[in-house]
């Protein structure tokens, strides 16, 4: 009986390599492309996760992941609705654990957000104009001048 020699595995680093070539884990640092970089990492999941090499798998896995992270950095309108896209692919297509992991990081990741929205959005007394209140203490006689001013 001949001896069946094995094929040699197949090498899985192009598909992995070509990923990284595509360069979406700086595009989701960058505040301006990380509304890009979720569609097209989404794309990805919905598309074809199932059909690339493990190897690539895990960096998009990662990537996913990194985009949760950096929700909170990146204040724009357009990132919370983005990484909700990116949660409904992972939903759909990324394995039980991973899919957990995501989802846990992308509710920490919300609340985080949330609350620097919140701490920007009040950031004290609102600045009036020198000529704005000008006019608004010309119509104030002297009495009420004075009082207005002990209170200031």
């Not at 960058?30 to 690539?56: F, M, N, S, V």
């Amino acid at each position: 009986m001949p001896v069946r020699r094995r094929q040699p595995r197949r090498r899985e680093t192009g598909a992995a390599e070509r990923y990284r070539e595509m360069g979406i884990s700086a595009a989701l640092s960058r505040p301006w492309d990380y509304p890009t970089a979720c569609g097209e990492i989404a794309a990805l999941l919905r598309l074809g996760y199932a059909y690339i090499p493990k190897a690539a798998q895990a960096l998009v896995a990662a990537d996913v992941l990194l985009a949760f992270r950096l929700l909170p950095d990146v204040q724009t309108g357009y990132a919370l609705s983005a990484a909700n896209g990116l949660l409904q692919a992972v939903e759909g297509s990324l394995p039980k654990q991973k899919k957990a992991q995501a989802v846990a990081e992308f509710k920490r990741s919300v609340v985080a957000h949330k609350r620097r929205a919140r701490v920007q959005q009040d950031p004290g007394a609102p600045h009036i104009p020198y000529d704005v209140l000008v006019h608004i203490f010309s119509f104030l006689d002297m009495r009420s001048l004075v009082a207005a001013g002990l209170v200031c």
